[in-house]
């Protein structure tokens, strides 16, 4: 699979997850999931098994902890890219509410314009880059496609 393909199996993969109603700490499609829940069940299907368990964490973006449990993952797993590179189809996106908090939220972009995530009340949507979304952009990533299943 080219890098190309590959990118667009990413996309095709999370838009399968479109309509997934929200749920803290699950991953089954179409049944539930949060934002990392999407990310998991993305990553199963196209890597196969998950590379690590999830620690429990809590559901608000305004919880304050000594470890950024979203970071520390996206390093172990993905490849971090500079926020001066160009977002392309399939990396992930890591946010913060607040530049004192840990990050909280991600997404897949879907799209120069577009990403899918999940949140509380809506389940899993793809959205629009809006102002409010680009200034709580705080880590860029992108998947390895090196063990493809």
């Given amino acids: 699979m080219n890098e190309l393909e590959w990118r667009c199996a990413i996309v095709d993969e999370a838009r399968t997850w479109l309509g997934t109603p929200y749920q803290h700490q699950a991953s089954i499609k ?8 999407l990310l998991r069940g993305v990553w199963r299907q196209l890597l196969g098994v998950e590379p690590e368990a999830m620690p429990a ?7 304050s902890s000594e470890t950024d449990l979203l970071v520390a993952m996206a390093e172990r797993n993905f490849t971090a890219i500079a926020a001066d590179i160009e977002l392309n189809l399939g ?15 991600l997404a897949i972009v879907t799209s120069d314009a577009k990403f899918i995530h999940a ?15 680009m200034r709580h952009l705080s880590h860029r990533y992108r998947w390895q496609n090196k063990n493809l299943k």
């Fill in 30 to 37: 179409q049944v539930g999931c949060d934002c990392l829940g």
């Fill in 57 to 63: 964490y809590g559901p608000r973006w305004n919880e």
């Fill in 91 to 105: 990396d992930i996106l890591l946010f913060k509410y607040r530049l004192d908090l840990p990050t909280r939220h």
């Fill in 119 to 133: 949140y509380v009340g809506r389940g899993v949507v793809e959205n629009s880059f809006s102002p409010w979304w």
